[in-house]
């Protein structure tokens, strides 16, 4: 008999159980998270374990959570007039603007993002800055596993409240007050394009001081959020599926 074979099955059954383990892990932090709201991100505690490795001593972080009935309709609609259109159609990933991203790279043209926002939720909650494979893969298996327990709403509503809207400012509770002092519920169309069109690079762009740029595309996506419906827009099964792109 072979003493290496027990070994090696042994091995195989520990790494098995440590990959089922993980798995059911993983599954059940995304469901519970369906329901509770997250009280920090991986992205946030990122961004502050950067802050005390270079010393950044004035470094603040701002994050409240707000929920959805707290929160402008116009808010969610912005992000995704900016971010993801198909955003209530797809099913966490936008395959025709993969390809276009992929066309564009093969033929030397900036390369543009394809993350959806269910992908951005997914990596801002639970992973890190960085463009590895690794990163990508597991980004993709928390998108399935967030578009599989969670509705549409959740989703956004857990988008609006981690993504970083400013240097250290994260959620759209925390940018409301820094950016405009005011309660988000109180936000206006104009002021939700704002927010939205500082997404692309956060800790350059203010929403509050908009550069050139920024208050160019905070008009684009105003004037998208009005031809996708207004707010209906993300409660209505009947958008149309092709929508414009800048």
Same mark, same amino acid.
């Given at each position: ?117 269910? &992908? ?6 639970? =992973?890190?800055?960085? %463009?590895? @494979? ?5 980004? /993709? *298996? ?48 104009? &002021? ?6 500082? =997404?692309?690079?956060? %800790?350059? @762009? ?5 550069? /050139? *740029? ?33």
């Amino acid at each position: 008999m072979n003493p290496r074979r027990p070994f090696a099955a042994r091995l195989l059954r520990t790494l098995m159980l440590l990959a089922i383990s993980w798995l059911a892990l993983s599954w059940l932090v995304v469901l519970v998270l369906r329901f509770v709201p997250p009280w920090t991100s991986a992205v946030m505690m990122e961004r502050q374990l950067g802050a005390l490795i270079h010393g950044e001593k004035d470094f603040h972080l701002q994050h409240r959570w707000v929920p959805w009935s707290q929160v402008s309709p116009y808010v969610p609609l912005a992000m995704v007039a900016g971010e993801d259109q198909k955003f209530p159609y797809h099913h966490g990933f936008d395959f025709d603007s993969i390809q276009t991203a992929v066309d564009a790279a093969d033929e030397g043209r900036r390369l543009r993002g394809a993350s959806t926002i269910s &992908q951005q939720t997914a990596k801002n909650l639970f =992973l890190w800055n960085g %463009r590895s @494979f690794v990163r990508k893969g597991l980004e /993709a *298996y928390f998108t399935v596993l967030i578009e599989l327990t969670w509705p549409k709403q959740r989703i956004l509503e857990v988008y609006m409240n981690i993504a970083e809207l400013g240097d250290g400012i994260y959620g759209v509770g925390a940018a409301s007050d820094a950016y405009f002092h005011m309660a988000p519920a109180r936000l206006g169309a104009a &002021q939700a394009a704002r927010l939205a069109a500082v =997404l692309p690079s956060p %800790r350059r @762009f203010h929403a509050d001081r908009p550069t /050139a *740029y920024v208050q160019s595309r905070a008009n684009w996506i105003q004037q998208q959020m009005g031809q996708l419906g207004g707010p209906g827009y993300l409660l209505s099964r009947q958008a149309p599926r092709e929508t414009r792109r800048r």
